[in-house]
């Protein structure tokens, strides 16, 4: 918890995505999707560097989109953003609470826990250390 919170995203983003490898095509590195223009090609292994590196660059994007919120919130979204892509969280009741000033978002956060429409426990369990490690300001 001493970390800064960017940093505590990052271990968070690796710790539930871990390193994904040629079988995971077209997710590389810690769940990148491949876009079109990318040089990344079927079959390709990225180094822990490269993935670190491609990760942060990704997180930097998605915290970018909500900088507006300030840089605890910002942070919070960008990492779920990292997960369920922005379009999902900007469509979230967590967003609307947290955009009128509402920090009572635990039951909203957590509800973004469900795979192929199923409670999936990983889900559960990322986005309860999310909230543990990267929300201020906690009501609970």
């Known amino acids: 918890m001493e970390l800064p919170l960017f940093e505590r995203a990052v271990l968070i983003i690796k710790k539930f995505e871990t390193m994904h ?21 079927r079959g390709c292994q990225l180094t822990e560097a490269q993935a670190d590196a491609l990760l ?31 379009g999902a969280v900007n469509k979230s009741s967590v967003y609307r609470k947290l955009k009128n000033g509402d920090r009572d978002i635990y039951h909203e956060y957590i ?29 609970y």
């Open 21 to 41: 490898h040629p079988k995971h095509w077209p997710y590389v590195g810690y769940g990148h999707c491949v876009q079109p223009e990318e040089p990344y090609r």
């Open 56 to 86: 942060r660059k990704d997180l930097r994007k998605f915290v970018s989109l909500y900088k507006h919120m300030g840089m605890n919130d910002a942070i919070l979204l960008g990492t779920l953003a990292y997960n369920i892509g922005p």
């Open 111 to 139: 509800a973004h826990c469900h795979y192929k429409g199923k409670k999936h426990s990983g889900l559960l369990e990322r986005r309860m250390t999310e909230l543990l490690a990267l929300f201020s300001d906690k009501p």
